[in-house]
């Protein structure tokens, strides 16, 4: 019995635990199910809340819009000052009768080259200083290229423009070729006291003029320093023996490069590669209210005009054979034409003022950057020459003129400056020892890696690194030696794009119609200050060091400062092409663009800056962080706000800086906007709305162009 009892206790305690399990599922479930149906009720009411938000929004869009619109206003009132200060600025050259040309007008310029052509004083002196105002002239009119907007400049002004820059071009590099010339033929240089040859060298800002004459043909006196430039070579025997001359002539601007890259411009609208935008910038999907404001904005800071041809100044023999002026003026002139006239070649379609390829030219240009890949030829899209060119040749020596009591005769030859021929033509196999060259890399420009040293092809119009070996950069004395194994035009070329993508960046206001736009990038930390309608390169930090004093602290336009940063080998501004180079996706160009211009408009007292979300919103939509500031302090971390923005719709985010993931979740109690502008006023003061209303239109469109110079919202 008690056997009994105990089975049907073990078999009570099984059925007890069955029903314990089966009211747990039931409690269960029906809590997943109170959950499930909460979080429903959850979302149903949240979708509602969006909807009417969005209904909302759409509601007062066409206000909102126009609203804008009269404050974009701004933009086309300082086009319109910069329209009325160019014809200012064109009138008070001509009252000045100064005696320098406008390089606008033909005739002017034509005649200033046509008396300087005549003009037969060859001193090296004078050709420096002569080469001043021409340097002067040809960056006013590169500038010009690339501030004027397409609208207000023909198709026959730019072609004008270029042809003019590159008679120029040519016209100062013949001058230094006579020069050299006349110097050789009088030898009127000092005589190294040690071995008896002849050198001079005469520098000024741009220019580097060092020449070595072998008069005693000596192999011990093979090599030679020039201690003031600190440029140097080492001959072959055989020219150590031989009647030659070297020169090393540095010009620390570039004459060289095709003129595509010589004149980029700040990457336009169009070529944000937005579908709409690439066929006409305004073709943007919006309302009838915003179009008629957005056409008249969205208008590029200047123009693109690439010519792979143009006559080059890097062939000695180019400039100083002995074609008659005439003739030579007449190739030069032919040969332009040529390379200008787009529309003949029948290959690229111009939309606006950007080069568009048909699908066919795309298709013969993808082969050929096939073709090319690994090879020696330099990509002059990733890469940029940095430092000026070097014009190194060795030139042979004209008969010398002779003392005879109070006369000094020379023999006057037909010929002109010859090349003197190296590698000979009758080497041995083909194989001849290479001319050892060491440079002495200029103090005002930053390489931030040894550069990469090549020469220029005049055939190909391009930079190769064949020919070339051996090379050996000094950090410590900012030199580079290597070998060649022919005398060429050699440029130091830099990646374009190692400073990108940015580290971090911060536009901030600092007084009425001030600001400052800090960039930092990956060797540098570049601060811009902005104020009115000119900027100014404030500070340049390298390793905790300030760099190119040269540059800093002085006013100009955003179009000059970009161009004086190249040049210095520190360049934050990426082109059309940069994102095949940068390992980042690029942002919608409607929502960049429109980003940039609003956030202009109110940079009078809103602070922005970068935010680590940017990358995580995905192409569509930026994400930035802003800050009310009416003060010139500094803005504190908990005083920013994210936002975000698809160039439709603004909103403000819920997240921080230090959340644990991206979320597009609404700020509570916030609502959505068609514009940055009207939904920073939602929780902007009183105060910081009103400056904004009274910012300058000027100091506006700086703001607007070093904006989208820079592009900190695709390359940060």
């Known amino acids: 019995k008690s056997s009994g009892k105990k089975k049907v206790s073990k078999a009570q305690k099984l059925k007890l635990q069955k029903e314990e399990k089966r009211v747990k599922e039931e409690d269960e479930a029906q809590f997943k199910t109170q959950q499930e149906e909460a979080r429903l009720d959850k979302e149903r009411l949240k979708q509602e809340h969006m909807q009417k938000l969005e209904a909302k929004d759409k509601e007062r869009r066409e206000s909102e819009l126009a609203e804008l619109q009269s404050l974009e206003q701004k933009f086309l009132s300082a086009q319109q000052w910069k329209r009325d200060y160019r014809a200012y600025t064109k009138w008070e050259h001509y009252l000045s009768c100064d005696g320098s040309p406008d390089p606008t007008e033909l005739q002017e310029i034509n005649t200033f080259m046509s008396l300087w052509r005549e003009d037969q004083d060859e001193d090296i002196q004078l050709v420096m200083e002569k080469g001043k105002e021409v340097l002067n002239l040809i960056e006013k009119l590169q500038l010009l290229l690339l501030d004027i907007p397409p609208n207000e400049i023909t198709e026959k002004e730019t072609v004008q423009y270029q042809e003019s820059i590159l008679e120029l071009q040519n016209l100062l590099h013949q001058k230094y070729n006579e020069a050299t010339e006349h110097l050789i033929k009088t030898a009127s240089m000092p005589e190294d006291s040690e071995t008896g040859n002849m050198q001079a060298i005469v520098k000024d800002q741009n220019v580097t003029f060092c020449i070595w004459v072998n008069l005693k043909k000596e192999v011990s ?31 620390r601007y570039d004459h060289v490069s095709p003129p595509c890259l010589q004149q980029q411009s700040v990457p336009k609208p169009e070529v944000l590669e937005s579908k709409e935008l690439t066929q006409h910038p305004n073709n943007v999907e919006e309302p009838e209210e ?37 003739n030579e003026t007449e190739g030069k002139t032919e040969e332009k034409s040529e390379n200008l006239d787009i529309p003949s070649q029948g290959k690229l379609l111009l939309f606006g003022c950007v080069l568009v390829q048909d699908p066919l030219m795309q298709e013969e240009t993808r082969d050929k950057e096939e073709a090319i890949t690994g090879e020696t030829i330099v990509d002059l899209q990733q890469f940029m020459p940095v430092g000026g060119v070097y014009h190194i040749n060795a030139l042979q020596l004209p008969p010398q003129a002779k003392q005879i009591k109070d006369w000094s005769m020379v023999e006057v030859l037909d010929v002109k400056l010859e090349e003197y021929p190296y590698p000979p033509d009758e080497a041995e196999d083909g194989i001849h020892p290479p001319i050892q060259i060491t440079l002495r890399l200029p103090d005002n420009v930053m390489y931030f890696q040894p550069p990469l040293v090549a020469r220029w092809d005049p055939a190909g119009q391009q930079w190769r690194t064949d020919g070339i070996k051996n090379t050996t950069y000094k950090t410590q004395g900012k030199s580079i030696t290597f070998e060649l194994d022919a005398f060429y035009t050699i440029a130091l070329l830099q990646d374009a794009h190692l400073n990108m993508p940015y580290q971090a960046w911060e536009l901030q206001p600092t007084g009425m119609d001030e600001a400052l736009l800090a960039v930092t990038a990956v060797f540098a930390t570049i601060q811009i200050q902005i104020k009115g309608h000119q900027c100014m390169l404030s500070s340049v930090v390298v390793e905790e060091k300030d760099v190119l004093s040269h540059i800093t602290g002085k006013w100009m336009s955003p179009v000059a400062l970009r161009a004086a ?10 082109e059309e092409h940069s994102h095949k180079y940068v390992p980042l996706k690029k942002k919608a160009a409607l929502a960049e663009v429109k980003a940039y211009q609003q956030m202009a408009l109110v940079a009078s007292a809103f602070a922005f800056a970068w935010s680590k979300w940017n ?40 997240i921080t800086e230090t959340s644990a993931a991206f979320s597009e979740e609404l700020e509570d109690d916030s609502e959505f906007h068609s514009t940055l502008y009207h939904m920073l006023k939602d929780f902007a003061s009183e105060e910081a709305m009103a400056k904004v209303e009274r910012a300058n239109y000027l100091f506006i469109d700086v703001v607007y162009q070093l904006l989208l110079a820079t592009r900190v919202l695709t390359y940060s």
């Open 221 to 251: 006196f093979k090599n030679h320093t020039f201690c003031e430039a600190q440029h140097g070579f080492d001959l072959p025997e055989s020219l150590a023996v031989s009647s030659v001359a070297v020169r090393i002539l540095h010009t």
């Open 565 to 574: 940063l190249k040049r210095a080998g520190v360049n934050i501004f990426p």
């Open 615 to 654: 990358v995580e919103a995905g192409q569509e939509q930026v994400v930035f962080k802003v800050s009310e500031q009416l003060k010139t302090d500094s803005v504190k971390d908990n005083s920013w706000s994210l936002y975000m923005f698809n160039g439709q719709k603004a909103q403000k985010l819920k």
């Open 290 to 326: 915003g179009k008629k404001a957005t056409e008249e904005l969205i208008v590029p800071a200047g123009k693109e005009t690439c010519s792979s041809g143009g006559k080059n100044v890097a062939s000695l023999e180019e400039s100083s054979g002995s074609t008659a002026d005439r």
